[in-house]
């Protein structure tokens, strides 16, 4: 399918999570971001159902500071499992992106500051200086942040975790989606150049996806331009956010805890499809 020569594309998401114990728990309290955007730039969700099945539970949905859907779910018991499948409809109107934003966000902390999984340290500091040229604007400079980060990290899963910083990742070469946009965001920062982690997927089968949004000037405001450093190239029509945020921690697709035994069992689907291409 030719996407980037499309004008109009929609798409199928189809998701869920499943929590299995081995015990009956109680208190169970989740959080869910998982519900696409309502708009992202030149991406617009259409529709979308969230079903909670294998308890009785209650449900609060909220938008957050960000922009992003925040799902959270409380349930008194689960006898053996939980799961949670989300289904959403999106169209693509190209040329109504890139996302666009007040000039005020250029300077704004919560894409400037490192956090916990972001700050630099010395590997992070030593790739940096390989990054930045006199002269050069932030968008060539992110270019160049994206190879670099790629070149730096083969993908390897089961050998980093969610609490894994950016410059762990780094000095381990090894890692996942999440980490490369990790190192990526912690280049930026340490440069000064504001850029914001992107919880998505790409078109197929698998895991949810990460990458990076840089926001440089434009027109006035600011434009989000978006990398994927885990695979060294700018984020196309294949790919469909779902929220942004800081780091991981503030999108992380579900988290939440409960009071029971130890040992739960997490297994989930994913699957992204073109249904419409004009």
């Known amino acids: 399918m030719d996407l980037d020569g499309a004008a109009r594309i929609g798409y199928r998401v189809e998701q869920s999570f499943r929590y299995a114990y081995d015990a009956p728990v109680t208190s169970l309290a989740q959080r869910l971001v998982v519900v696409p955007r ?21 449900r609060r949905s909220r938008v957050d500071a960000a922009g ?11 006898e053996r499992a ?20 007040p000039a005020a966000a250029l300077h704004d902390p919560r894409v400037l500051r490192p956090t916990r999984l972001t700050a630099a340290g010395e590997a992070i500091q030593e790739l940096a200086s390989r990054c930045a040229t006199p002269g050069i604007g932030n968008e060539e400079i992110a270019e160049r942040i994206c190879a670099l980060t790629h070149a730096a990290l083969t993908y390897e899963y089961g050998v980093t975790c969610v609490s894994t910083t950016a410059e762990q990742a780094l000095a381990g070469g090894r890692g996942v989606c999440q980490d490369s946009a990790h190192v990526m965001l912690a280049l930026c920062r340490f440069l000064g150049i504001p850029a914001r982690y992107v919880s998505g997927h790409l078109i197929g089968q698998g895991g949810t996806h990460a990458w990076v949004e840089v926001l440089v000037p434009s027109r006035g405001e600011a434009a989000a331009l978006a990398f994927d450093p885990c695979h060294g ?7 469909l956010t779902v929220a942004i945020g800081r780091d991981y921690a503030d999108v992380a697709p579900t988290s939440g805890t409960y009071v029971g035994t130890p040992g739960g069992t997490l297994t989930g689907t994913r699957e992204v499809s073109v249904i419409d291409l004009v």
Not at 233 to 239: D, E, L, Q, S
């Open 38 to 58: 309502r708009r992202h730039g030149d991406l617009y969700r259409r529709s979308h159902t969230l079903r909670v099945l294998g308890a009785e539970h209650v």
């Open 82 to 101: 939980v799961e949670f499948r989300l289904t959403a409809t999106l169209d693509r109107v190209v040329g109504d992106g890139p996302p666009r934003l």
């Open 68 to 78: 992003n859907t925040v799902v959270r779910v409380a349930a008194a018991r689960v």
């Open 233 to 239: 190239r700018r984020a196309g029509n294949g790919y």
